[in-house]
């Protein structure tokens, strides 16, 4: 079975503050478990996860201003 980590080790993980975890499984934003202890994450869960949030770049980069068009 895979380890479980600590919201201590999943904020590390993606550099982001033990309360915004906290703030994000309370509103069941990112995957976890709920246990009698605390709160626990799979990384494979939380990498699956990241994907879905995965921006996909432009081809070409084009800069609207007013009605000037910046390549």
């Known amino acids: 079975m ?3 980590l600590t919201v201590a080790e ?3 993980y ?3 503050s ?5 703030d994000w499984t ?3 934003f990112i995957p976890h478990y709920k246990l009698p ?3 626990r994450f799979k990384l494979s869960d939380v990498d699956k996860w990241l994907d879905r949030r995965k921006v996909k770049g432009r081809k070409t ?4 201003i007013g009605n000037n068009i910046i390549t």
Request: aromatic share 8%; net charge positive.
């Open 26 to 28: 309370h509103v069941g």
């Open 37 to 39: 202890r605390g709160v």
């Open 14 to 16: 993606l550099h982001v």
């Open 2 to 4: 895979e380890q479980l």
């Open 10 to 12: 999943i904020a590390k």
């Open 18 to 22: 033990k309360s915004t975890v906290y």
């Open 61 to 64: 980069y084009k800069l609207e």
